[in-house]
């Protein structure tokens, strides 16, 4: 598959459907051998369900399952470890994987209690765990995108952080986290990449505050896909310090300018509206919303709380959504449908550029 591809899938209705049909847009098969071990990475940090934003939602590993058995391929295991202090027992529980595995036939292996490997990366000696990186020919990474208040963003290259021991992601933190993660990336690269935007968290990785996105997002640089995601959540490269380490371990690009993005079921865009929750009900509080989209909504939310909290002042009079069709206003117009306003940011949905942009252009 080619590196600078970026394939995205709208829709939140048949989240297992889109799945599928992602892995085939991609041709994944065509990268598999019949005996290929493959592994799915999902994130369940803690033991909440998907709805949450915090973890990733089963229908996903289903699709996947689905669109790998269906072609032959046998050799399938679900791993994960979740952070330190949890427990990936009730995390599989809990997220629906045990109930998956066992429909498929699948095994799950709880990483916690995995054997690990001393592995060298940009001057650090980090701790992997053994399945994933010597027992897994193809890894499927299936993170959540998600705010963190730590990294700004949690993605593709920070859920790999699953794959090392507790006392390993415990120095994690004592070494600052962006070395480390970018180190991992060079360590552990996934093979492919399959993102759970569907509702990931606006603020914190560990879910309450989900806002829908709707869209799974798929690709084979994990950076190139980690770039695109913060500038989804209104965050710059430079914001997310992990991202240009990797890029200089040679992990992948974060030129998103250079990616090819393939948009499947673009009619669905205009089909799921926005659902506020929570710290995003607050936000979206200050916004005029008449039939928003989730994909175009989710993200203007994404950026007010970047504003927010960069002590940003949030400006008065934004206006979102198809009911501004046609009509004119002295406001901000978000999207192409305000495109009668005097002032407003092109995109159906506003492009990643364009979001982040708007947090410069607003403040
Ligand atoms: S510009 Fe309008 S139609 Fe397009 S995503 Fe936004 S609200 Fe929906």
């Known amino acids: 598959m080619n590196e600078t591809n970026i394939h995205v899938i709208y829709g939140s209705q048949d989240i297992q459907r889109m799945a599928y049909e992602l892995m085939a847009a991609m041709d994944v098969a065509s990268m598999l051998e019949k005996d290929t071990r493959i592994a799915l990475k999902p994130n369940f940090a803690v033991s909440k369900p998907a709805d949450s934003g915090a973890t990733t939602h089963p229908e996903i590993a289903e699709g996947i399952l689905h669109y790998l058995l ?34 498929y036939g699948v095994p799950l292996y709880d990483l ?138 040679g992990v992948g690009s974060t030129d998103i300018t250079k990616a090819t993005i393939h948009e499947h079921h673009v009619e669905e865009k205009q089909q799921t509206l926005f659902r506020a929750s929570n710290t995003a009900r607050e936000l979206a509080s200050r916004v005029t919303a008449d039939a928003a989209c989730s994909v175009c909504y989710g993200s203007l939310i994404h950026a007010l709380q970047r504003l927010k909290e960069s002590g940003k002042r949030i400006p008065d009079g934004l206006c979102i959504g198809q009911g501004f069709r046609g009509k004119s206003g002295k406001g901000i117009g978000i999207g192409n449908c305000t495109a009668g306003f005097t002032t407003h940011l092109q995109g159906c949905p506003p492009t990643a550029k364009t979001m982040a942009d708007f947090r410069s252009g607003m403040s």
């Open 112 to 249: 916690k209690k995995d054997a690990f490997v001393e592995r060298q990366a940009g001057g650090l000696t980090l701790k992997v765990c053994r399945k994933p990186l010597l027992e897994t020919d193809f890894l499927i990474n299936l993170p959540v995108l998600k705010a963190h208040c730590q990294t700004n963003l949690t993605c593709a290259l920070k859920n790999l952080k699953g794959c090392i021991p507790d006392s390993e992601k415990r120095r994690f933190h004592s070494l600052g986290l962006m070395k480390p993660i970018a180190c991992l990336s060079k360590i552990l690269r996934p093979s492919l990449t399959v993102v759970d935007a569907i509702c990931g968290d606006l603020t914190f990785e560990e879910g309450g505050h989900p806002v829908p996105m709707d869209r799974l997002i798929g690709g084979a640089d994990p950076v190139l896909i980690d770039s695109y995601g913060a500038e989804l959540l209104g965050f710059s490269i430079a914001d997310v310090g992990y991202l240009s380490l990797a890029e200089k371990l």
């Open 70 to 103: 269906e072609r032959g391929f046998r050799d399938i295991s679900i791993m994960e470890g979740s952070w330190a202090g949890a427990d990936t027992k009730t995390s599989f529980r809990v997220c629906g994987y045990e109930a998956l595995a066992k429909k």
